[in-house]
């Protein structure tokens, strides 16, 4: 079954402790992407990746870090996590064809 | 970025079609017109995309006015599972062409 997979899908963690949630897809998309989904604010792109080794800034990428060592791994990291990064971060996947993009679960953060 | 304009909500009785608008007067020659929707606690879903002609499958029907200036997603018969936020969106077709900007959406209320 095609699908995006995110890990954890709920955290609790406390001000700067250093986090890393992970992204995986099993459709060997080349592109990648991280979104956090604010209320009010809709879904913003925090970082992309266009194939492994390529990253880049989305709109939002302060406080983030990204890598894409493997093709099928995009993992986001908080190295040290503020509450206004509290938010439901999704991870999305697509091919160089027709960008339907593929999303994840959700994964809910909350930094207290 | 271009942007997009959509009615914050509708509602739709069942069994019934349903014409979903979007504005996007800026939008530029390179631009993809997307729609997604996300159901409750779960990730944006694909669910069609076009750039000038209209496009049909099996989920909906997309219809772009002849300017691009606007464009209308059709659900042929609502069911109670289309009951989500459907998103209109541009992508470009150049540079970062894996981002996508959400807008607020529609809340699409369907009653049986």
């Known amino acids: 079954e095609a699908q995006v997979t995110q890990n954890p899908r709920y955290l609790i963690t406390v001000t700067g402790k250093k986090l890393t949630v992970t992204c995986s897809q099993n459709?060997?998309?080349?592109?990648m992407s991280w979104y956090r989904q604010d209320p009010g604010l809709g879904l913003r792109q925090i970082y992309y990746?266009?194939?492994?080794?390529?990253?880049d800034k989305g709109d939002v990428p302060e406080g983030y870090k990204v890598s894409r060592k493997e093709k099928r791994n995009f993992p986001l990291i908080l190295e040290s996590p503020s509450p206004n990064q509290t938010s439901l971060y999704f991870c999305?996947?697509?091919?160089?064809?027709?960008?339907?993009?593929?999303f994840g679960p959700g994964t809910r953060l909350t930094v207290t | 970025d271009a942007k997009t304009t959509q009615p914050n909500s509708m509602e739709s009785n069942e069994e019934e079609p349903v014409h979903l608008p979007c504005n996007h007067s800026t939008i530029s020659g390179t631009d993809y017109i997307h729609w997604y929707r996300q159901l409750p606690s779960q990730g944006p879903e694909y669910v069609i995309h076009?750039?000038?002609s209209n496009v049909n499958n099996r989920m909906a029907s997309l219809a772009i006015a002849e300017d691009r200036k606007s464009s209308t997603l059709i659900l042929h018969r609502a069911t109670l599972r289309d009951a989500a936020v459907y998103y209109c969106?541009?992508?470009?077709?150049?540079?970062?062409?894996?981002?996508?900007?959400f807008g607020q959406g529609t809340t699409l209320q369907v009653k049986p």
């Open positions: 459709m060997n998309h080349e592109y």
């Open positions: 969106i541009l992508r470009t077709g150049s540079g970062n062409t894996g981002k996508l900007i």
């Open positions: 076009g750039l000038t």
């Open positions: 999305a996947s697509g091919d160089g064809s027709s960008y339907e993009q593929y």
């Open positions: 990746s266009m194939n492994v080794e390529v990253t």
